[in-house]
Nanobody, 123 residues
Framework: QVELVESGGGVVQPGESLRLSCVAS???????????INWYRQTPGKERDFLAT????????YVDSVRGRFTISRDNVVMNTVHLQMNTLRADDTAVYLC?????????????WGQGTQVTVTS
């Protein structure tokens, strides 16, 4: 079973940075042949918006609105952790940020979500 726990959210001022972390227990320990981890964000009354993805093969991809400001990476020490470094934050980055994992094994896919971490950007 895969469990995702996000952390790192908080209240910051415009222009500041935050680093979010997603600890993916059970995802990278051999239970999945391949995996990807995605970061999404959601504001009240709106759908979840995709932000960035990283795969077990190492590739990453970003939505245009965060490319150049946000960086997704896998921790080099704690290998079951993925970070989202967010720089030059703006008020419209305020949202709940969610970690999503897709586990593939033998051609079957399972989808997992964390509970989210709140990011508030305000002056």
């Amino acid at each position: 079973q895969v469990e995702l726990v996000e952390s790192g959210g908080g209240v910051v001022q415009p222009g500041e940075s935050l680093r979010l972390s997603c600890v993916a227990s059970g995802l990278m320990s051999g239970s999945c042949t391949t995996w990807i981890i995605n970061w999404y964000r959601q504001t009240p009354g709106k759908e979840r918006d995709f932000l960035a993805t990283i795969g077990s093969g190492g590739g990453s991809r970003y939505v245009d609105s965060v490319r150049g400001r946000f960086t997704i990476s896998r921790d080099n020490v704690v290998m079951n952790t993925v970070h989202l470094q967010m720089n030059t934050l703006r008020a419209d980055d305020t949202a709940v940020y969610l970690c999503n994992a897709v586990c593939e094994r033998d051609g079957h896919y399972k989808n997992f979500w964390g509970q989210g971490t709140q990011v508030t950007v305000t002056s």
